[in-house]
């Protein structure tokens, strides 16, 4: 189902090219939908430069990509607990399977448009108005 929403509204404007890197990308999704690596003290983000470098990008072509992934709705570029991440988002591509604070409230009007029926509407919107830690959207 995911794939078929991603092919029909994100993937439509985008390259077979673009595509393969989002997949390779979807290799680092981590907790809160967040692109993220393996470091001596657990996981941190990805930054533009670590995206580059995973995708064998220079710095332009890396920055008109992820300018491409926000501009599609694919992604966007948080300060979240002090830290500055990529989140991708949950319509198209998910970790695990629960919503997190993070993803909810980055996301929250195209969450909202996939709900199917009262009940699903009212749980997010119980589970909206919980959300303590509230990220910034940066792009």
Known sequence: MWMERFSKEAGSNMS???????????AFLGEDNMLQK?????YVPL??????KILGLKERS????LNKLADLNIIKYV???EQKAYIVNPIYFMY????????SYVYKED???TLKGYEEQEDFKRH????????EILR
């Open 16 to 26: 077979i090219e673009e595509k393969g890197r989002i997949f390779v990308l979807l």
């Open 38 to 42: 393996r470091s001596g003290v657990g």
């Open 47 to 52: 930054t533009r430069e670590d995206i580059g």
């Open 62 to 65: 890396t920055r008109e990509f």
């Open 79 to 81: 300060k979240y607990y």
């Open 96 to 103: 695990g399977r629960r919503l997190t604070e993070c993803m």
């Open 111 to 113: 969450i909202e448009s």
């Open 128 to 135: 909206f108005k919980a959300i303590r830690n509230k990220p």
